[in-house]
Structure formats: structure tokens, C-alpha cells
């Protein structure tokens, strides 16, 4: 019976808002119509939210779910248990009156509450982890009762709740956002489809470096950039509005860190650039605005002729309103974030595609060079010595992912903040989160990189469940998360069972 009440809601929706909508422009019931690509975010999960807002009609044989052609999602609800806010809270936390008394949290903790807004955020993360944006609008109906929501890497702003039989506040939405151009409605134009049709030189060159087929999809973008005596963070803004731009040709990324909600999202790609007519790396993510710029960081390193570095091709902030969030506007972070874009000089393969164990602890070893000639040399520590942050160019390993490096200086802000992967962090770092980062956590963590894997990709005499039982040392554990290492570093091996250890 809810289901059939809420296919008819569905329906009697669309008809109501559909003479709001631009000409083009459809509402389209995906309620029991699973997304057949989300699977690829969400491993064997397929989202099924109950509406979509699509530019233009779906093709006939186009799914109906497609959150990667979607403008805008939303979710339906009839049972009042399922409303995830609180009618009469404020948009902030909790805080106390002149009166002494508190205002009730904005979010609601039952746990049907809590599953709508795992929904929300699910379908919102959907949008926003499979196209470009800098923004993904959504919107929640409870009968007569509707909530509009705005999502950025900082978080997510919700409305009060909005009586739409007594108000044209949703009618409204959906007018102005059809009516809105690309940019106003979150896509980042920045990225640029390149039409199938397209068979310019260029863009044939680009599809041949960068293998892919003519269906698959291709971007223009551009990086600003900053000459590098303009490049430091402590110049004013006014030095960095008028920058030239580097054009570079981009498919997917090969990366997936930006999958999460909220944070830096970073998306590495491979990237042709017709210029030197080359495939290059290219990072696109939201640095933190209280930290300096990566590429101010890589200029000091080959400043100081540090080894096995890559070299900065162009590095910028994009600019615009749009490419900011947190901050301010009291989402996030206090210091927000701001739109960042780096194309490095060289392209490696990960860690674990070894060539041979030779290989792996030459990589390992290389790296570990770079980090001491860093921190004796140029003082700064990188912070964040992880399997990711390793890279094997030419058999000789680099050490990338410079942002959260601290500088030896008293105005830099990364040192209050707590940085690194948590499967290699310190045993000292693990039990002591407050503990302020120094050279000896980073040199640990060199340790278990190599360990973790060798364990994982080297041939070793572990079986499956042994590999898995090893494998959990690295995991997250909130209670005692530094215990299964201090047993490994103090044994001298680690235990699989009791007559058995790790052998290599």
C-alpha cells in the first residue's frame, strides 16, 4: 500500500511541477528503476532514488536512472518517522540560549532519520562523484512538506522545512534552476565536452595518447598558469587573476578518492597536452585555502635540488565564486576550500605493479632519500608517507602529494592539523591523535608501506586467510588502533596462528 501511495505521489508531482520546468527539461519517476552504473561507486550497490531531473528527454533505450545525466535528485517519504531533520531546529548544532536552555540538534537521531539522510547523501554523492561539479542541488518531499538541499565538498545546506501547498517556494526552485545557466545549477564548466563527432587533428591525436575510443568521453580543460615568481601564496590575490592557461585533453580518472562526500576529492588524470605533444599528470581537487598551494611546495623541494621529484608544468587556482566553499558560509572547514589544478611533468605506475621485489624496495628506498634530502635540506616533512604517495618512474621511486607538507616555519598553519593515511600511520600518532607530527612518524610509516605491499602483492608463502589476518594490522580499529603493530614491531615478526609466523 506505501508502495502504491508513493508511485502515485511520484506521478502527481511530476505533473505539478512540469509546467515550472523549461522547455526541454523532465521529471522522471526512478523509483524501482536502479542506476545500472552506480555500481562502479558503490561496488554491488545500485541506487534507486524516486525522482530525477534530466535537461532533456531519456532516450528509449537510455535508463531511467542515470545519475550520471542527472541535474538533480530527489527523495519522497510518507511516514513521519523517516524525516531526517527537526521540524522547529535552526540550521546549526546545538548550542545554548541566554535562557541556559538548548536548541534541539538539526539533525534527527532515530534511526529512520538517519537512513534517509544516508539516502540523500548517497544519491547526491552519486551525482557529484560521476560528473564535474561544484555544486549538486537535490530535494526532499514529506507530503505537503518539502526541504531543498545544496551540496559542495564542505557539506551540505538544508533548508527549513517549506509547506509547498501554501507557498511557490518549490515551483519556483524548479523554474529558476531549468532557467539557470550550467554553471549557476553546479556543473563545472571548466570541464569541456569534446563532441564524438569531433575528428580534428587535436582531438585525434588526444584519443590516441590517451587510448580511448571516439565513445568514450573526452573534456577540455584548462589549468592556469602561474609564473613562478607569482606563485607563492603569500602574494595578494590580485597577482593571480590574470594568468595564461594550458589546454590538456582528459577522459576519466584513474583515480577514486573523490568518491567521498565531502573533503579535497582529488582526481588524477592522464592528461595529452598538444602543446609538447605528451601525456602528462594532471590533479584536479579542492586544496585547503589556510594551506600554501602544492606547487609552492615542489618549487622549494627542486629549489633545493631535492631527488626524484616531479617537476610542475603549470599550477593554479580556478577562478570564480563557485570554485570556493566552506569557510565563510559556515559549511566545513574554517578556512574552506578553493578549486586547484596541477599538471606534473611525469607519469609513474602505483606501487604494487612492481616489476620485481628489486623493484619494490629500490621504490621504497628512493623515496625515503627524497623524504630526508626534504626535511634536512629544504625543511619540510611530507606528512602523509602512504602506498598512494609512491609512485615507480623509470624504476626509480618518487615520492608525490606534496599539500600536506609542513614547512619549518612558524606561519605554517598544516602544522595544527592532523594528516596521513591511517593504515601507516605511527604506532605513536595511532594512540596519541593529539600528538603533533614529526619526522619519526613519517620514517615508520615508510615501514609499513613496504610491508603492506609485500604482503599484499609480493609472492610469499601466506595463504589467503593468513594474508587477510595480516592484512588487518593496517585496518581501522577505534579501540586499541595501535595494538596489532606494537605486537608486530615487538615480536620481531607477526603471529598467524600460534605455531605458525609470517615467512617470506
Keep these: 500500500m506505501q508502495t502504491r501511495k508513493l508511485i502515485y505521489t511520484n506521478h502527481l508531482s511530476i505533473s505539478l511541477m512540469k509546467p515550472y520546468l523549461k522547455k526541454g527539461w523532465v521529471l522522471v519517476d526512478t523509483h524501482k528503476h536502479p542506476d545500472p552504473d552506480s555500481h562502479t561507486v558503490w561496488g554491488d550497490h545500485k541506487i534507486e532514488p524516486d525522482m530525477a531531473l534530466y535537461e532533456t528527454a531519456r532516450e528509449p533505450e537510455a535508463p531511467l536512472c542515470q545519475a550520471s545525466q542527472m541535474a538533480s535528485v530527489g527523495e519522497f517519504k510518507l511516514d513521519p518517522i523517516d524525516e531526517p531533520f527537526h521540524i522547529d531546529a535552526g540550521l546549526k548544532k546545538a548550542t545554548k540560549t541566554k535562557g541556559g536552555k538548548k536548541t534541539k540538534p538539526f539533525e534527527r537521531e532515530t534511526e529512520a532519520a538517519k537512513a534517509t539522510r544516508g539516502q540523500l547523501t548517497v544519491y547526491i554523492n552519486a551525482i557529484q562523484a560521476s560528473q564535474h561539479r561544484t555544486r549538486t542541488f537535490a530535494f526532499y518531499v514529506h507530503r505537503k512538506w518539502c526541504r531543498l538541499l545544496c551540496h559542495s565538498r564542505a557539506g551540505t545546506e538544508v533548508t527549513p522545512l517549506i509547506n509547498y501547498t501554501e507557498s511557490f517556494d518549490l515551483q519556483t526552485f524548479f523554474w529558476r534552476f531549468t532557467h539557470a545557466s550550467a554553471e549557476c545549477r553546479g556543473v563545472d564548466t571548466t570541464f569541456q565536452p569534446v563532441p564524438s563527432t569531433d575528428?580534428?587533428?587535436?582531438?585525434?591525436?588526444?584519443?590516441?595518447?590517451?587510448?580511448?575510443?571516439?565513445?568514450?568521453?573526452?573534456?577540455?580543460?584548462?589549468?592556469?598558469?602561474?609564473?613562478?615568481?607569482?606563485?607563492?601564496?603569500?602574494?595578494?590575490?590580485?597577482?593571480?587573476?590574470?594568468?595564461?592557461?594550458?589546454?590538456?585533453?582528459?577522459?576519466?580518472?584513474?583515480?577514486?578518492?573523490?568518491?567521498?562526500?565531502?573533503?579535497?576529492?582529488?582526481?588524477?588524470?592522464?592528461?595529452?597536452?598538444?602543446?609538447?605533444?605528451?601525456?602528462?599528470?594532471?590533479?584536479?581537487?579542492?586544496?585547503?585555502?589556510?594551506?600554501?598551494?602544492?606547487?609552492?611546495?615542489?618549487?622549494?623541494?627542486?629549489?633545493?635540488?631535492?631527488?626524484?621529484?616531479?617537476?610542475?608544468?603549470?599550477?593554479?587556482?580556478?577562478?570564480?565564486?563557485?570554485?570556493?566553499?566552506?569557510?565563510?558560509?559556515?559549511?566545513?572547514?574554517?578556512?574552506?576550500?578553493?578549486?586547484?589544478?596541477?599538471?606534473?611533468?611525469?607519469?609513474?605506475?602505483?606501487?604494487?605493479?612492481?616489476?620485481?621485489?628489486?623493484?619494490?624496495?629500490?621504490?621504497?628506498?628512493?623515496?625515503?632519500?627524497?623524504?630526508?634530502?626534504?626535511?634536512?635540506?629544504?625543511?619540510?616533512?611530507?606528512?602523509?608517507?602512504?602506498?598512494?604517495?609512491?609512485?615507480?618512474?623509470?624504476?626509480?621511486?618518487?615520492?608525490?602529494?606534496?599539500?600536506?607538507?609542513?614547512?619549518?616555519?612558524?606561519?605554517?598553519?598544516?602544522?595544527?592539523?592532523?594528516?596521513?593515511?591511517?593504515?601507516?600511520?605511527?604506532?605513536?600518532?595511532?594512540?596519541?591523535?593529539?600528538?603533533?607530527?614529526?619526522?619519526?612518524?613519517?620514517?615508520?610509516?615508510?615501514?609499513?608501506?613496504?610491508?603492506?605491499?609485500?604482503?599484499?602483492?609480493?609472492?610469499?608463502?601466506?595463504?589467503?586467510?593468513?594474508?587477510?589476518?595480516?592484512?588487518?594490522?593496517?585496518?581501522?580499529?577505534?579501540?586499541?588502533?595501535?595494538?596489532?603493530?606494537?605486537?608486530?614491531?615487538?615480536?620481531?615478526?607477526?603471529?598467524?596462528?600460534?605455531?605458525q609466523v609470517l615467512c617470506w
Excluded at 366 to 392: P, V
Excluded at 407 to 415: E, G, I, K, Q, V
Excluded at 416 to 438: C, K, M, V
Excluded at 467 to 488: G, H, T, V
Design 199 to 499: 575528428m580534428s587533428p587535436k582531438v585525434q591525436d588526444a584519443r590516441s595518447a590517451l587510448s580511448i575510443t571516439s565513445s568514450a568521453p573526452l573534456f577540455k580543460v584548462l589549468v592556469p598558469e602561474i609564473p613562478p615568481e607569482q606563485a607563492s601564496s603569500t602574494l595578494s590575490e590580485i597577482s593571480r587573476t590574470s594568468p595564461s592557461d594550458r589546454l590538456l585533453y582528459v577522459s576519466e580518472p584513474f583515480t577514486t578518492n573523490h568518491r567521498f562526500p565531502v573533503g579535497r576529492g582529488p582526481r588524477c588524470f592522464y592528461a595529452y597536452d598538444p602543446v609538447s605533444c605528451t601525456v602528462r599528470l594532471f590533479k584536479d581537487l579542492r586544496r585547503i585555502m589556510g594551506y600554501r598551494p602544492e606547487a609552492d611546495t615542489y618549487q622549494q623541494l627542486h629549489k633545493k635540488e631535492t631527488p626524484n621529484i616531479l617537476h610542475v608544468v603549470a599550477a593554479g587556482d580556478v577562478d570564480g565564486l563557485l570554485h570556493r566553499c566552506g569557510g565563510k558560509d559556515g559549511l566545513g572547514r574554517k578556512d574552506g576550500f578553493r578549486h586547484y589544478r596541477i599538471i606534473l611533468d611525469k607519469l609513474g605506475k602505483p606501487l604494487n605493479q612492481f616489476s620485481s621485489t628489486h623493484e619494490l624496495v629500490t621504490a621504497v628506498y628512493d623515496a625515503f632519500i627524497t623524504h630526508r634530502h626534504a626535511c634536512t635540506k629544504a625543511g619540510i616533512l611530507h606528512q602523509d608517507i602512504s602506498f598512494g604517495n609512491i609512485i615507480i618512474v623509470g624504476g626509480r621511486g618518487y615520492l608525490i602529494d606534496w599539500e600536506f607538507g609542513r614547512w619549518d616555519r612558524a606561519d605554517d598553519s598544516s602544522a595544527d592539523e592532523r594528516t596521513g593515511t591511517w593504515q601507516f600511520l605511527s604506532i605513536r600518532l595511532l594512540e596519541n591523535p593529539a600528538t603533533f607530527h614529526e619526522i619519526r612518524d613519517d620514517i615508520e610509516s615508510f615501514f609499513y608501506v613496504l610491508f603492506w605491499v609485500a604482503a599484499r602483492y609480493a609472492p610469499n608463502k601466506q595463504n589467503p586467510s593468513q594474508r587477510s589476518e595480516f592484512l588487518s594490522m593496517f585496518d581501522y580499529k577505534q579501540l586499541e588502533p595501535a595494538a596489532a603493530k606494537i605486537r608486530f614491531i615487538t615480536a620481531g615478526c607477526f603471529s598467524v596462528t600460534e605455531r
